[in-house]
């Protein structure tokens, strides 16, 4: 075969077209990460999955974010949490085969459904839910770490229960890093032992990672270019508005209804939550800010 030649798990020939939009988007993927220091993975994955099949997305999205996530892990040893990530470690291998399961099993439309409902609840919840109440107790590393291992096999989206992990435990802020990203690095790694073992992963889906390192290393140097000169809070707003649509265009595509019958709820409910609690969340930010 043909080194430029790129098959999908199912064997059919990718397309030129699909291929260099996968190119372009994963340059979204780095300057997202790099400029916002989240959301990289959870908006590019809609965008992918788009124009590749979800056996195809998820293992490069887990790829890319496993080779981000060593580097920070080295950089933030020091101040890692190591106990409670090993143990949201271990219990992620427990979710880890009931994610490869739907992504080997389930139709790939129900799952494009199931990631896109998902990236919209949880930008509602990054958006509209200032905080969680404090709850330092260890043992919650277990549920969270298993749903995760879930979630970041079937969609490589592993973040959000890490990252309410580090808030109901109110780890400092050091902590917090250290902690998730020692946990992503283990977590994507054992999840592309998965995939590679079970068939998912292939040499097509590395060779196209390998396509878009020079789109990605642009998307990071114009993340840290627009990071300087852009408020993180403005920037913040504008991913998830684009999440919303994304996560809103995948179930467009995946279910067949028109883009307003999809669109239009999802803003109708973000307008009408953000003047019932866009200003009290906004004062309840800004003093936790100020402490």
């Not at 998965?194 to 040499?203: N, P, Y």
């Not at 707003?237 to 179930?251: P, T, Y």
């Amino acid at each position: 075969m043909d080194f430029f030649s790129l098959l999908t798990p199912d064997g059919v020939t990718l397309e030129t077209s699909a291929v260099l939009i996968v190119v372009a988007v994963m340059f979204l993927y780095t300057f997202v990460g790099i400029c916002a220091g989240f959301g990289g993975g959870l908006t590019a994955m809609p965008l992918i999955t788009m124009v590749l099949p979800l056996k195809m997305a998820a293992p490069m999205s887990v790829m890319v974010g496993t080779a981000t996530a060593l580097y920070a892990t080295w950089l933030s040893r020091k101040e890692t949490d190591w106990k409670s990530a090993l143990v949201l470690i271990v219990f992620s291998l427990a979710g880890i085969p009931v994610g490869l399961y739907a992504l080997s099993y389930l139709p790939d439309h129900i799952m494009k459904i199931g990631l896109g409902a998902f990236i919209i609840l949880y930008s509602f919840y990054s958006l509209f839910v200032p905080r969680l109440p404090v709850y330092d107790k260890r043992w919650i590393a277990a549920p969270m770490g298993a749903i995760a291992g879930a979630l970041g096999a079937a969609f490589s989206t592993n973040g959000p229960p890490v990252v309410m992990y580090g808030m109901l435990r109110n780890l400092a802020p050091a902590a917090f890093r250290g902690t998730l990203n020692a946990f992503f690095t283990a977590n994507n790694i054992a999840i592309i032992g998965g995939l590679a073992t079970s068939g998912i992963l292939t040499i097509s889906t590395v060779k196209l990672v390998m396509f878009c390192i020079p789109t990605m290393i642009l998307g990071s140097l114009v993340g840290q270019y627009v990071h300087k000169r852009i408020s993180v809070k403005v920037f913040r707003l504008m991913v998830f508005v684009l999440l919303i649509a994304s996560g809103a265009m995948l179930i467009k595509g995946a279910t067949g209804i028109s883009a307003a019958s999809a669109l239009l709820p999802a803003f109708g409910l973000l307008a009408v939550l953000q003047l019932a609690f866009g200003r009290k969340v906004a004062a309840i930010r800004a003093a936790d800010e100020a402490r």
